[in-house]
């Protein structure tokens, strides 16, 4: 489980097969094999880890048939600039800043539109009519994981919804080298799923 409060970047480094390896300077000496790491939003598995002699990491995960599906990693999906939002999960009595965030992608969407604003960026994402998911999870004020990062849907209109970003999510995420058409992982608040499923 996570927060979605991003820790650092990562790359691709290669993909063998069913094995996909990261590299990244956010420090892993606290993870193992086994640990859980949450890659753009997509809880993955640690298969190695390694330090580099330049203070990196280079860890692999194995990659299966439904991520690949449902999520930016592969197939031409993830957009060209390569970075990886990274988040170690969290432990035992820490702080969630953001919302609980589980790394399971529900789909992928469109960025529409980025606007910079005085203080501030406005990310515009595409919401299909016809997704019954997407219509029913994203509301306004709601929280939503967008590339692994915990964010509040600003508001909403017939195709599409709003982000507001603030310098220091779009500083210490990959949103700084996002461009329009890219597509990003979405995971909807589990929360709502709860609520919705009781009604």
């Known amino acids: ?78 957009p060209k600039s390569n970075f990886i939002n990274i988040e170690k999960s969290i432990k035992l009595g820490q702080e969630i800043s953001g919302h609980l965030v589980y790394g399971h992608v529900d789909c992928v969407t469109k960025i529409l539109k980025i606007e910079k604003l005085a203080s501030s960026w406005t990310f515009e994402f595409e919401k299909k009519q016809t997704d019954k998911k997407m219509n029913k999870f994203i509301v306004e004020k709601g929280s939503i994981a967008i590339n692994g990062i915990s964010l509040t849907v600003a508001s909403l209109s017939a195709n599409s919804f709003f982000i507001s970003i603030i310098s220091h999510t779009f500083e210490n995420t990959n949103l700084n080298k996002a461009k329009e058409n890219d597509l990003v992982n979405i995971e909807f608040d589990a929360l709502a799923r709860y609520v919705v499923k009781d009604e």
């Open 1 to 78: 489980m996570f927060a979605g409060i991003i820790q650092g970047l990562g790359t691709i480094e290669k993909f063998n097969s069913d094995e996909l390896f990261f590299r990244t300077p956010l420090d892993l000496q606290d993870c193992k094999i086994g640990s859980s790491i949450c890659c753009n939003g997509v809880c993955l598995t640690a298969k190695t880890i390694e330090k580099q002699e330049n203070r990196d990491y280079i860890f692999s995960v194995n990659i299966g048939e439904e991520t690949r599906f449902r999520t930016n990693l592969l197939n031409d999906n993830l």
